[in-house]
């Protein structure tokens, strides 16, 4: 029989950086917050003071989801059987206090205008006929200029090193701290970009260029350049993170119940209401029963529609008939470009920021016409010098043997002569890419798994097929002396790494018949159950997630804060 505690005002599941930052915001206004985390206990950068060993954290990932315990099927078509991913690939599920903001590289950027109302800006200037069928292309219900605030204090929370993008929406003040230092990588392409007449800027970086205080007292430190970002935590405290920086700021309020190795497996709700959730005590294999006035549901991508889904909360989602919204829209992300080996000149690769970088936007977004191209969007052309690490850092031009003693060489002699100019393409939701519950394997505690039905769609392909034209135009540029095409996209492959940019299930709109959550992240089915995080994208742009996350939290806890007052729809 599940034991029952107290009631809560607030509950999350989940303590990244959405939980964190709803969990800091709720309990600096008096609300009393409970979160609750299936990983172990509490991180701090003491933690990471082993955190130099590639072997355990970039091959092994110490820092990730077990999924020998849970994890997803996965299938490229609906009338394909799926089966269970037994190790992590093509994306790394981010486990434990601060969840994937651990483990992340620290690129912050924000969303262009054109993401939010991207329907009606894509019919407005190019026609209906712009949308094929097929195709679930629908506005946020939210616009970037009402986002803008919640955009500014994420960053100022975070202590974001940057300057502004040119071709991005119109800022209400400048990143906090100067972007970190240039290097000669990132100065060769910014030097391409600049006489292609396009317009490069810094990498928004979450690997602070210098000492700062954010404006809750939070101190994060300069990074260090050591090249060990993505999949590592920070011994520094010198990367962005919630255990850094909204963590901290809620437990130091007295409010704030951290609790780890509790894994909720079902939101309890009654009469269009929740009334808590049920969660494992893993530690001691016990079932627990947390009441909350306000359940927020604020795990990773994945887990937020399955909870969902497997607690009956919301309609979910029919491929066949297009109706429903929960497991609707998911979306990933594309990743074309180029690789240039230079014959004549070295570069220390081996050094690095996880966000070290320069960007391009000139084929992000409607930032180019799109009347010739049987495609909508683009993707942000990034060179990044986020460190060659040694393991996963192999390097060789076309043509070589990929074991034995040619590799080995040119491995070696290229491993400082290599540059990648690559792109974050964005994803468009198909009606078959969706996420819904799978009829026959389980997790460890008895519970559904999640299955994932999607493969690139021919807008994938075609912007893909165009954005590798210009990757190619800007390395020749820099001088490379041979050029490596990423290719065409195949069929999706959840086997090898290409992002972790997961988006949709959840998504938020304006209209309950096609969105989850309004614009506050409020259930349009439960006005106490709110979802947070990038599961509530409609569509995955050409960037990271992150920064839309940590305005779209902060929208949400000013939600949160005002439904406890008034309680009702916000929207």
């Known amino acids: 029989m599940a034991k029952t505690l107290p009631k809560t005002d607030v509950v999350t599941v989940g303590v990244g950086w959405a939980g964190g930052i709803i969990a800091a915001e709720c309990t600096k206004n008096g609300l009393k917050v409970v979160g609750l985390e299936r990983g172990g206990g509490n991180r701090d950068t003491a933690d990471y003071s082993m955190v130099h060993d590639e072997l355990r954290y970039a091959i092994r990932y110490d820092l990730m989801q077990d999924v020998s315990k849970e994890t997803i099927t996965f299938r490229n078509k609906p009338d394909q059987r799926a089966l269970p991913m037994r190790q992590l690939g093509s994306f790394l599920l981010g486990s434990g206090v601060g969840g994937a903001g651990v483990h992340w590289n620290g690129h912050t950027f924000r969303f262009l205008p054109y993401d939010f109302e991207i329907k009606t800006k894509t019919i407005d200037k190019y026609g209906a006929k712009k949308i094929k069928d097929g ?31 040119p071709l991005g929406g119109k800022r209400s003040s400048d990143y906090p701290t100067p972007p970190l230092k240039n290097t000669v990588m990132t100065n060769k392409f910014r030097d391409a970009a600049k006489k292609l007449n ?53 437990t130091k309020t007295g409010n704030f119940e951290l609790r780890t190795h509790a894994n909720v497996v079902e939101i309890l709700h009654k009469g269009g209401k929740a009334t808590g959730v049920r969660y494992i005590d893993t ?8 009441p909350a006035d306000v359940v927020v549901i604020t795990s990773y991508v994945m887990n937020n529609a399955k909870l969902l889904l497997v607690s009956n909360l919301g309609k979910p989602y029919d491929p066949k008939t297009g109706a429903g919204v929960i497991g609707k829209n998911y979306c990933y992300q594309l990743n074309p470009g180029t690789t240039g080996f ?69 491995s070696i002699r290229y491993y400082t002569r290599t540059i990648d100019a690559w792109f974050q393409g964005a994803s468009m939701p198909h009606r078959n890419n969706f996420l819904d519950l799978d009829p026959t394997f389980k997790d460890a505690y008895g519970v559904p798994l999640l299955r994932m039905t999607y493969n ?55 209209d309950p018949a096609t969105s989850a959550v309004n614009n506050f992240s409020q259930m349009w089915d439960a006005d106490n159950v709110f979802v947070v995080g990038a599961s509530s994208f409609p569509h995955n742009s050409g960037y990271n997630p992150t920064g839309t996350l940590g305005a779209l939290a902060y929208r949400a806890a000013e939600g949160i804060q005002k439904y406890s007052k008034t309680g009702g729809q916000l929207v």
Not at 228 to 234: A, D, H, T, W
Not at 283 to 290: A, D, R, S, T, Y
Request: hydrophobic share 30%.
């Open 342 to 410: 230079f014959e004549k000149e070295r570069f220390n690769s081996y050094m690095g920021a996880g966000a070290l970088g320069q960007v391009v936007d000139d084929f992000n977004g409607d930032n180019f016409d799109h009347s010739d191209v049987d495609f909508i969007h683009g993707g942000s052309f990034v060179v990044s010098q986020s460190g060659f690490r040694p393991i996963a850092s192999n390097p060789v031009p076309p043509g070589t043997p990929l074991w034995g003693k040619e590799f080995k060489q040119k």
């Open 135 to 165: 195709y679930f292309i629908q506005d946020w219900g939210i616009t970037y200029d009402e986002l803008e605030p919640y955009y500014d204090k994420f960053e100022k929370t975070c202590g974001i090193s940057g300057e502004p993008n």
């Open 456 to 510: 690139f769609t021919e807008q994938d392909r075609k912007l893909n097929d165009y954005l590798n034209t210009k990757s190619d135009k800007v390395m020749k540029e820099m001088g490379a002396d041979t050029l490596t095409n990423y290719g065409a996209l195949q069929d999706y492959n959840i086997v090898p790494y290409q992002t972790t940019h997961n988006v949709g299930g959840v998504v938020m709109g304006g």
């Open 283 to 290: 530690v001691k294999g016990e079932e627990v029963i947390q």
């Open 198 to 250: 396009l317009h490069p800027f810094a990498l928004p970086a979450g690997n602070l260029s210098q000492a700062y205080t954010n404006p809750d007292g939070e101190q994060l430190n300069a990074c260090q350049y050591c090249a060990f970002c993505e999949r590592f935590g920070c011994e520094y405290g010198a990367k962005s993170s919630p255990n850094v920086t909204v963590i901290p700021t809620a």
